[in-house]
């Protein structure tokens, strides 16, 4: 890893070559992968080994096939993963009151009520 503690796109691009991704045939592109590594390695100490990059490379590309837009909002925003910055927040919406119609609830969402 550079010194910076966020990896180049040759250094990405290193991982994926050991990993034997080719970004030709995969949904995700070089630099989503760059960014999920630097996501995920983001807590590591100094001094992250081969053997920690390519675990994780592994980890990254596994969640990118699955949603290639998973690190997305962090290149937005700074947020977290969508599927951990979403998890506290569906957590927190009270549930729809099941007394009250469809209609009812989607005119309230509207302001028709």
Do not use: C, H, W
């Amino acid at each position: 890893m550079s010194g910076s503690n966020k990896l180049t796109a040759v250094e990405a691009a290193a991982v994926a070559t050991r990993l034997g991704i080719d970004f030709r045939s995969e949904v995700f592109s070089l630099d989503k992968f760059r960014i999920g590594l630097d996501v995920e390695l983001a807590s590591a100490a100094e001094g992250v080994t081969d053997e920690q990059l390519a675990e994780t490379g592994k980890a990254v590309a596994a969640r990118l096939r699955e949603a290639p837009d998973y690190y997305t909002p962090v290149i937005k925003k700074g947020a977290k993963p969508a599927a951990v910055a979403a998890a506290p927040a569906a957590a927190a919406k009270p549930a729809p009151d099941s007394s009250q119609s469809l209609l009812g609830r989607i005119k309230g969402m509207l302001g028709m009520s």
